[in-house]
């Protein structure tokens, strides 16, 4: 029997239109195939709604979140504000707020490799290979959010790098909890022997570890992880760790994969879940028909599985795209010397592709 939900969709700015208008087809195509109601709607958010509302998120688009069950994003920035430091509404301001005002705590980066991109990436096929990680990033305290100061003479700037017992372990069961459904094992990283905050952070692990005694569980500092990450990825699994870090380090983990085009993400609470690729607005291709589009259905793979319990649907997804890259089609930014230039897409052919295999593709 199929469910009935309400999606909010915001494509933001740059290329997000381009990219979320494959997630949402796929959304259709998924609730056509197994019987789902998928209702949607739009809204603005980034300089988009900047130019429209002087409001990077409009209260309009606040109110349409809180009433969905949950949101497909696109991507959030604008040239102009890179090069004026010194604006004071800025796009990402609606990203911060939107994840504080839905209490969307642990932002969910799975780095899942497919075979036939190994090459894609920098790092050697033979390092990269069985590579699974996913990364709970916790995402509304630390650096982004305590107190921004800058002294009268504008000279000295300082940003307050807080976090709260709650925040440490809230985050912490997330992380555990899956571990469990993996492979049992969870790599927290902090950098305990500098900062407090990070003691504060490694204390309420320890403390949360041991409900789960079954977890083998790992300490590691930043600067370590981020070493280790490149040198062998697949040492780790589970990856728990503050805002800051997991911003650095999930990165750092798209160039294994290959591409920035190809990651997934999902900003969850104990509500509405908010999903999005990992990759920047990307103005300098936007409305090339350049694009990788494949993160975002990702995205929509992970929408359907974690708000919606969809997991067969889901490989559906994952399937699809699986073949599609099987099948020697790539988009620029994941294509290389071995690709047939024919076979080489813009984001519009590369989502009728994966249309084409999700359609055609039978479950295992």
């Known amino acids: 029997m199929g469910i009935k939900k309400h999606i909010l969709v915001i494509p933001g700015d740059g290329i997000g239109p381009e990219v979320t208008t494959w997630g949402k087809a796929v959304l259709e195509n998924i609730a056509e195939e197994y019987g789902h109601e998928f209702t949607f709607d739009g809204a603005l958010m980034g300089h988009a709604a900047i130019e429209v509302t002087g409001s990077p998120l409009p209260d309009d688009t606040l109110a349409k979140a809180k009433a969905s069950d ?10 102009k504000y890179d090069n004026d430091p010194s604006a004071k509404v800025r796009p990402e301001q609606g990203l911060l707020k939107i994840r504080k005002e839905l209490g969307l705590y642990a932002n969910l980066r799975p780095i899942m ?4 991109l190994l090459d894609a990436s920098s790092l050697k096929p033979e390092i990269l290979k069985g590579t699974d990680i996913l990364f709970f990033r916790e995402l509304t305290g630390d650096v982004y959010f305590g107190e921004k100061k800058r002294s009268e003479d504008g000279n000295t700037g300082s940003d307050l790098m807080i976090y709260h017992r709650y925040e440490v372990e809230r985050i912490a069961v997330k992380a555990y909890e899956a571990a469990m459904l993996r492979s049992k094992r969870l790599c927290s990283v902090d950098k ?25 569980t ?28 997991g911003d650095i380090l999930t990165d750092e983990a798209s160039q294994i994969a290959g591409s920035m085009g190809m990651l997934a993400s999902a900003s969850i609470g104990d509500g509405t879940g908010f999903f999005e690729p990992i990759h920047g607005s990307a103005h300098d291709i936007a409305g090339q028909n350049k694009a990788n589009p494949l993160a975002s259905i990702l995205s929509v793979a992970l929408m359907l599985e974690i708000s919606f319990g969809l997991t067969e649907e889901a490989k559906r997804i994952t399937d699809a795209i699986d073949k599609t890259l099987k099948a020697g089609y790539r988009t620029g930014d994941i294509a290389d010397a071995h690709t047939d230039p024919a076979k080489i897409l813009g984001t519009k052919q590369m989502g009728q592709k994966v249309l084409q295999y999700l359609k055609e593709t039978v479950l295992n």
Not at 70 to 79: P, Q, R, S
Not at 113 to 116: G, H, N, Y
């Open 70 to 79: 949950a949101i497909l994003f696109g991507a959030i920035g604008h040239i």
């Open 113 to 116: 490799l497919f075979d036939e």
């Open 192 to 216: 305990a022997n500098v900062l407090e905050t990070s003691r504060l952070w490694r204390e309420v692990v320890q403390e949360v570890a041991k409900r789960y005694p079954e977890v083998e």
């Open 218 to 245: 790992e300490h590691m500092f930043i600067d370590n992880a981020a070493m280790q990450l490149v040198k062998n990825p697949k040492k780790f699994d589970v990856v728990l760790t503050a805002n800051l870090f």
